[in-house]
């Protein structure tokens, strides 16, 4: 028998499993042709092909072929028209699909979504099979593509994903199916193979354009679930783009609870649960839980600074039911177990207490000196732990390799807080880009963040609360990023589990303070000198300028001072405590503006406020459908003092303006005369961190006046007998 080679092997079998062929096949000459159809036979010597283009069947040689694909066959792939597909619900939804005249502003309708979900309990975890099914219809250029391109995003570990069909229907009733090289699959953190697990399943769909019908279905299926794997459910009932009906429905087995919640349900959204029985042959009953909605209209145009999405939908959230207390306590049991400690990181620990005596006094210093060693010297890799695992990996382990996600990063300093005789807290919260957290709904799933609580003594009896993210190297100690501020969670213990809702910094703590001191020439040169101190998020942005190579640094600085102005150039800068996370960041900057000041004739100079550039893009709609939000109160001040030429006077000065919100948000300016000096200065404050609509109009007035302030010009006057 001749030797059979590789290529010829592996296309046989997969012929052999693929009996019949499907549309979609591929062939790969060696000339650089391609075509796609549909293998009819393949010998030792010969590859028999017939195209869709000629629909005629080819015969090539072997040796002409570089490759075959062999197209998977699914669930209808041998149906070309609608009429003869046997489903009911695709040939009345394509009968009864609205045109574009229905609805001008929409690019594409989703004419029908529905999800089923069946959850079945075992002895080693809860298995999850979730099926979704989504029918669209393209009314604009601008919708083909979102309706055409598709994504997926799965745990690779203990989920798997298939699209069981995918089709699009003409105008005609044609049916054009999905082909396998419009099928890609990955990684999505391939570049960080020891957190590897989130995969990407993307799809094109054919023959999209307008008035074309689009219609596939995933089958989602997961291994296994439980307090520390699990499954949330959240599903939304509006979109960017109209709705017309979408079902949702779970069913679970008798012995088994549902938490659920529906936010903002709307006037459509209905729920029911019905009992029924299971199929014959098992005992017991199942429970099925059903919402549906229609016509969701889509959603107003974006806004600025408005909520999550996920806070302004309608929205599903689902778990099988459980209590805080049994999260907390398989967690804490998970995190007493993975405290492995090596000889190397004990040794590690005491390099870092040496200095520190037990005394009171000095717990805080031996925190902060664990902490900089958490944060700086473990590299931070960017993989959330929803998208990895909620078990953080072995506490050794994270020593050895000297790298870590949040979690991991986070459980390294709680273990070395712990192994150096501290009591700290495990706490996990949701933070606020990710939405209100649903307190009806136990789940790990809805946590996005870790954290370190640590209660140490203060005078008076008191203890003081530390809430510590080591994740980033720029981030102080003892200082949230604007996102986990003010963030819903709870503390991971061995008994009570207490909700927890973490600090918001006062605006004083996430400043900017600006000091100008600038010197107009009679040759209308703008000479400044700019000292600015910034703390909170503001600080934490500018540190990451200490990885830069000088080069990259001066460009960085001379591209800030030609935003200034086009005639700006730098002169000299310096920056303080990039890598000093103990002290303020302070920032120097120098720079001459040429010809920054206007002259009008002979006597008059007129010139504008440098840096004082304001905007109210935030404000520009005239009414707000959304609330405004935010993540963290704000202060931003500026003190200028400008020495104006020898030989003028102020001719024009501004008077300053005031407005405050009490509690809300204030702005103030003062200009001042004083001598041969301009004095000017003012302060902005914004203590909420969110805004009803209603209250959007005093808002809106008080950001235009601060913006309008920014167009007032100063005008100088030369001194002469005339008008001495």
Known sequence: MPKITRLFLIVLIFYLLHSGGADGDMIYLKDGAEYKGKIESVTQETVSFQS????????????EVIRLEVARKRK?????????????????????????????????????????????????GDSVIETRRVVRKVLQERGIGAVA??????????????????????????????????????????QTPEYENLHRLKFALPEVNVDTITDYQITRTKNKTGLLTPYLIEEYFQYREPLLKKVVAITIPKNLDLQTKVVRPGRTLTETITPFPIKSGQAGEDKKYTWTITDAPRMEQAETDMPPYQDTVPVLVAALKTTPVEIGQAYFKMLEKNLNTTAALKKKIGELSAGYPPEAENKEALARALYDYVAKEIRYIEVPPAEYSYEPKPLDLIFKNKSGNSLDKTYLLYGMLKIAGFNPDFLWIRNQSAGELISEVNSLG?????????????????????????????????????AYQGASGFLISRNTVPAVKTPLNEAGQEAIQNDFEMTLQPDSRLVVKKTSRLSGESATQLRDYKDLKPEDLNKEFQGMVNRIHPNARLIDYQISNLKNLEEEVRLEVSYEIKDYALKAGEDLMAFKLPEINYSAFEVGRAIRNYPLDWNSRVMESNRMKIIIPDGYRIYYLSAGISFVQPDKFEYEAVFKEQGKEIIFNDHYTRGAIALPPEEYAGYKQCIETRANLAKEWIVLEKVSEKNK
């Open 446 to 482: 809805q946590f996005t963040t870790p954290l370190v609580v640590l209660k140490l003594p203060a005078s008076g009896g008191n203890d003081q609360i530390f809430y510590l993210n080591p994740s980033f190297d720029t981030v102080p100690f003892n200082n949230l990023l604007s």
């Open 52 to 63: 869709d283009k000629t629909n005629k069947v080819e015969t090539f040689p072997r040796s």
């Open 76 to 124: 209808g792939d041998e149906v070309t028209k609608l009429e003869n597909l046997k489903d009911e619900l695709l040939n009345s939804l394509v009968k009864s699909a609205p045109d574009r005249t229905e609805h001008p502003l929409a690019g594409y309708l989703t004419l029908y979504e529905e999800v089923t979900i069946t959850i079945t309990p075992s002895a080693s």
């Open 149 to 190: 391109n598709n994504t997926v995003t799965y745990l690779s570990k203990d989920e798997k994903v298939e699209i069981d069909f995918a089709r699009t229907i003409d105008s005609s009733g044609n049916l054009f199916h999905i082909a396998d090289n419009a099928v890609e699959a990955g990684s999505v953190y391939n």
